[in-house]
């Protein structure tokens, strides 16, 4: 099945900085979404983003899927910002019917 | 929109217990999903509905495990005989069937086997 892998593992900020995450995956992807894990679990959506550009406020995210990744960006981060960022691919090849394959995930820490 | 809303969400038992979690999908969603993610790690497939029909499983369901969703609707996720390896976060996911189609999780049910 389809590996997904980010980078970096763990970043820490001070409150305003702006930031990068990175998601590579192995295939082609039917779906490719971003999420935010809070301290209290609850997963996030953040972008539904199989391919190109997409803004939200302060986050933006690109995926060249000819490139096989997508980046997650972050400006002006906020202490509430904090938590766990998820990629998560589903592969076109195969029959797996839409499952979705994390990545092991970014721990964010924005400092006041 | 409702969102997708899972009960409990937070369950503490003894091992050895039958454990029986709830999830209500978007209502306008086929496809319902459940994943169990445990500390320090990205959420895992375990399996997958498209209206009633179950139609994967991931060889991480034991025998233990059972899911059903009888009316298209709701479903729920059994774990018989829980021992202390099950203790997780179960989340549940649904979107519409089809190409490019986003998923929606729910909230999470945190199991704790003492």
């Known amino acids: 099945g389809i590996q997904v892998e980010q980078s970096p593992p763990d970043l820490i900020l001070q409150e305003g900085a702006n930031s990068t995450l990175r998601c590579n995956f192995s295939?082609?992807?039917?779906?490719l979404q971003w999420f935010h894990q809070n301290p209290w679990g609850q997963l996030i959506n953040l972008f539904y983003?199989?391919?190109g550009t997409k803004q939200n406020g302060r986050l933006s995210a690109t995926t060249v899927a000819t490139e096989r990744y997508s980046l997650l960006y972050i400006s002006s981060s906020q202490t509430t910002d904090s938590g766990v960022y998820f990629c998560a691919a589903w592969g076109a090849g195969g029959t797996s019917y839409g499952k979705l394959t994390f990545g092991q995930g970014t721990i964010l820490t924005v400092h006041p | 929109d409702t969102g997708v809303s899972q009960d409990p969400r937070h369950k503490i038992t003894k091992r050895g217990q039958n454990v029986t979690f709830r999830c209500d999908p978007i209502s306008e969603h086929n496809r319902l999903y459940w994943y169990r993610q445990t500390l320090g790690q990205g959420p895992e497939f375990l399996t997958y509905f498209q209206n009633e029909a179950q139609l994967e499983k991931s060889r991480l369901l034991s025998d233990r495990f059972s899911a059903e969703r009888p009316k298209g609707s709701f479903s729920t996720l059994e774990i018989q005989r829980t021992e202390q390896g099950d203790s997780a976060m179960y989340l549940c996911?649904?979107?519409?069937?089809?190409?490019?189609?986003?998923?929606?999780f729910g909230d999470g049910t945190r199991l704790s086997i003492l």
């Open positions: 996911a649904s979107s519409f069937s089809g190409l490019n189609q986003p998923q929606h």
């Open positions: 983003i199989p391919s």
């Open positions: 295939d082609s992807v039917n779906n």
